[in-house]
């Protein structure tokens, strides 16, 4: 009995571990695309800028530069909230507390089944 307990709460505790890792890539991935994609949009703005006839730090300081940066940027501070930050909506452990509810659930279900 205390080894099939075992192993389902280290699958559990597994599962989550990889739901976790799988959410860091996800992060790390979009926050490298983030970076790349932006420098290569600001630099082909701040190209067509110059060779309309601003100068650099026209060009530099436009908005339109740092647009895609600013609204990006907001998506993706979102993100790593989620990913970091403490779940404020729902509390600490509710995933947690509402998996376990449930799984109890459908054990009641099943065992009443089974007695009729």
Sequence with gaps: MFTENYNKEHAYEYARAKKKVDELKHFYIHLVMYFVINIFISTMKIRRNILNGES????????????VWFFW???LAILALRI???????GKDWEERQTKKIL???QKRKELLQIK
């Design 56 to 67: 650099f730090e026209e060009a530099f300081f436009d908005f339109g530069t740092f647009a």
């Design 73 to 75: 940027g907001i998506g």
């Design 84 to 90: 970091f930050g403490p779940n404020l909506f729902l």
């Design 104 to 106: 109890e659930s459908e």
